[in-house]
Each structure stands twice: as C-alpha cells, then as structure tokens.
C-alpha cells in the first residue's frame, strides 16, 4: 500500500513539475532581433514591442526602436552580440544580408528572412513574421487597414486614364544615377499611385540608367529618393540637356518624400503611395 502510494505520489509530483515548467514557457516571452529595419517596423506594428531585444543601428522608426540594444549596422551585424542576447528568433531581409543570414544558419539559430518585392509578398511577410511570434489576429487587422488605405488612392486612380497618367523617373542616387525598375516595390508603388514608371523595362529591379535616356523618355515628374540639401530643381536642371525635360520646364521635381518611408516595404507604405499620389496629382 505504501509503495503504491509511493508511485502516486511521484507521478503527481512529475505531473506537477511539467505543468509548471510547461506554464513557464508558455508565459516567457519570445526573445526577437531584427536586423532590418523593414522588419523591425512590421514587428513593432504587430505589438511585439517588449519581445525586441537587439536591432540594427539602422533601425530608426518607430521611436522606441532607438532605445533597442544595438547590435550592428545593416550588412555588418555583431554575431558575438546576438549570440549574447540569446535570440528565439532573427529576422532579416535580402540582398545585403544574405552572408549574415548564412552565418546565423551556420550557427542554428533560427532566421526568418523578409524580402517582398510587391504588396502581396510583403502581406505574405507580415503574416509569416505573425505566425512565428504568435500575432496572427494583429497581423489581419494590419493588413485590413492597409488593404483599405491602399484601395482609396486605387478608387481614384481607377478613374483616370492611362494616357493621361503621368511618366515618372525616380532617382535613388544620382553617382550614379541610379532607379528603380520593373520588379521593384517602388515601381509598383508607381504603379498604385496611377503614374508611369519611365525605367518599366529595365532587366535589373535596381540599376545604373543613362542620363540621355532620362532625357529621350521625358519624364513629367522626377523624385529623388534622398532628401538633399540643396534645391532639387538646381541639383537636376544643370545635368547636360535637362533643362528640356518636362518635369524641369515645369518644376515638378521632388526631394521631400523622407527615404525611409519611400525605400522601406513596411506598413508604411501606405503613406508612401499617397505621398506619391499628393505629387503626380497636385
């Protein structure tokens, strides 16, 4: 009788001791670094605010991102650092990254990497970034509020038609001049705001483009995708044979669309297209 009360009594304390432990998991929450600061943007609209322990010295937005630990710049994260902050989970974005991205493989440690390339696949980012940290009701209604932002700018746009739609050139560098092209967010972003990508052909997303072919496709809006000190009209109209481009004659050059907003494929984007929307239909 004793020693089958003995059992009992272990099975009872097993029993206990994993409920426990089990309850504590379940409470602790998940530990996120984000080295991007796209996903960092997306991880804080989900609500995972006290769950982020480390991002990218390049993570700026929104303001408590600054108050993060550091963990590195953007292409050159301190792997020693994460290690450090014992991470569930790292997220990361494309193009630069992939080294660091192999390295934080190499060590098992768990990396989701986001990199859309047009609306849908950053929706598909944000519910996989939601399904991974437990925020999937956060993430539809993102989402929904985004989809209805994005298809008031579209009701209008759907209204105007594409002859009369203005051709658009959107510097992301000018040394060299440099644009975004066909499988680009920011040409699809164009696109959404009712204007004409004028680099729609070009084979790369992001590439060098000729400034006398700037000049032959005549563009009726320039944006520059970097907020430069000087006057944009002074810093473009001076190039070789600008001055005839229709955008200069008419003074429909921009540099006041804060690069962040423009160049990050975040829940922003939203404010990104009506932005581009105020200036190709003033």
Not at 27 to 39: D, H, V
Not at 115 to 141: C, H, M, Q, V, Y
Not at 144 to 159: A, D, Y
Not at 169 to 198: C, Q, R, Y
Request: charged share 25%.
């Amino acid at each position: 009788m004793k020693k089958h009360c003995l059992i009992i009594n272990l099975i009872l304390a097993i029993l206990f001791l994993n409920s426990e432990y089990s309850l504590s998991a379940a409470l602790r929450k998940i530990r996120i670094i984000s080295l991007a600061p796209s996903t960092t943007e997306i991880l804080f609209a989900l609500g995972l605010d006290v769950e982020i322990v480390g991002v990218s010295s390049f993570c700026n937005y929104p303001p408590g991102a600054q108050n993060k630990e550091k963990v590195g710049d953007f292409s050159r994260p301190n792997i020693e650092k994460i290690l450090f902050l014992k991470p569930d989970y790292i997220f990361c974005t494309g193009l630069e990254q992939a080294s660091s991205v192999t390295e934080l493989r190499r060590l098992n440690l768990k990396v989701y990497v986001a990199d859309p390339k047009n609306i849908e696949d950053l929706f598909t980012s944000i519910r996989d970034i939601a399904n991974i940290t437990g925020k999937t009701k956060e993430a539809e209604g993102l989402i929904k509020g985004m989809e209805s932002q994005i298809e008031q700018i579209n009701s209008k746009v759907k209204l105007i038609a594409e002859s009369k739609r203005p051709k658009v050139f959107i510097e992301i560098w000018h040394d060299p001049l440099t644009t975004a092209g066909k499988g680009s967010f920011i040409d699809e972003m164009i696109s959404l705001a009712g204007g004409v990508n004028i680099a729609y052909d070009t084979k790369r997303a992001y590439s060098i483009f000729s400034p006398e072919e700037v000049i032959r496709r005549n563009p009726e809006c320039i944006i520059l995708a970097y907020m430069d000190q000087e006057k944009p009209a002074t810093l473009v109209a001076e190039r070789f044979g600008w001055k005839e481009i229709s955008a200069v004659k008419n003074k429909r050059l921009y540099n006041d669309i804060n690069p962040d907003i423009l160049l990050r494929p975040g829940p922003r984007v939203v404010k990104v297209l009506k932005e581009l929307y105020k200036r190709l239909y003033p």
